[in-house]
T-cell receptor, first 110, second 114 residues
Framework: GNSVTQMEGPVTLSEEAFLTINCTYTATGYPSLFWYVQYPGEGLQLLLKATKADDKGSNKGFEATYRKETTSFHLEKGSVQVSDSAVYFCALGNFNKFYFGSGTKLNVKP | DGGITQSPKYLFRKEGQNVTLSCEQNLNHDAMYWYRQDPGQGLRLIYYSQIVNDFQKGDIAEGYSVSREKKESFPLTVTSAQKNPTAFYLC?????????????FGQGTRLTVV
């Protein structure tokens, strides 16, 4: 079947620290992979995506590489800001559906 | 601007009442989805629709109903059979169901049973 597992939070970092949020997946076929961000009381916004193995998605300083051999899509950012505080969801799209991880809350302190 | 509009933003329901959550998109997307989000948890799929006049149950469809009479509209009814309806409800759409295209989300409706 299809599923996504991501590291539990909350993750608390100081401003300018390096961020990694781990995400692994199980899927049949050739899924697309996504990272979404959710701010309090709002819907999800697409942060980045990758549609095939070895693709790297990037946006606003965030990056993630689609690793088929390790079934992973870890989110990284070299220097986080207070404004990056939010909940981050890893997701995969396969056939007719999207599957989401449980979300990782990131708190960035000034 | 193109996007997905959910209304209302906040909704209060009395025990035993049915309520309908609205979702409208002007992105010309074929596929639409309803998710439920509980505090500190991920998204659980309630129903999805790939084309007009067709929809499928997701993982937690019991106590919910939908219709897809128009491409741009996918309303969700929370019936009195849903025993724990208090949650944040998110509607989404995509160009085609799954595949390489991403899902676009509305701003959500927070439903509270009073």
């Amino acid at each position: 079947g299809n599923s996504v597992t991501q590291m539990e939070g909350p993750v608390t970092l100081s401003e300018e620290a390096f961020l990694t949020i781990n995400c692994t997946y199980t899927a049949t076929g050739y899924p697309s992979l996504f990272w979404y961000v959710q701010y309090p009381g709002e819907g999800l916004q697409l942060l980045l995506k990758a549609t095939k193995a070895d693709d790297k998605g990037s946006n606003k300083g965030f990056e993630a590489t689609y690793r088929k051999e390790t079934t992973s899509f870890h989110l990284e950012k070299g220097s986080v800001q207070v404004s990056d505080s939010a909940v981050y969801f890893c997701a995969l799209g396969n056939f007719n559906k999207f599957y989401f991880g449980s979300g990782t809350k990131l708190n960035v302190k000034p | 601007d193109g996007g997905i509009t959910q209304s209302p933003k906040y909704l209060f329901r009395k025990e035993g009442q049915n309520v309908t959550l609205s979702c409208e998109q002007n992105l010309n997307h074929d596929a639409m989805y309803w998710y439920r989000q509980d505090p500190g948890q991920g998204l659980r799929l309630i129903y999805y629709s790939q084309i007009v006049n067709d929809f499928q149950k997701g993982d937690i469809a019991e106590g919910y109903s939908v219709s897809r009479e128009k491409k741009e509209s996918f309303p969700l009814t929370v019936t009195s059979a849903q025993k724990n309806p208090t949650a944040f409800y998110l509607c989404a759409s995509s160009i085609a169901a799954g595949g390489g295209t991403e899902a676009f989300f509305g701003q959500g409706t927070r439903l509270t049973v009073v």
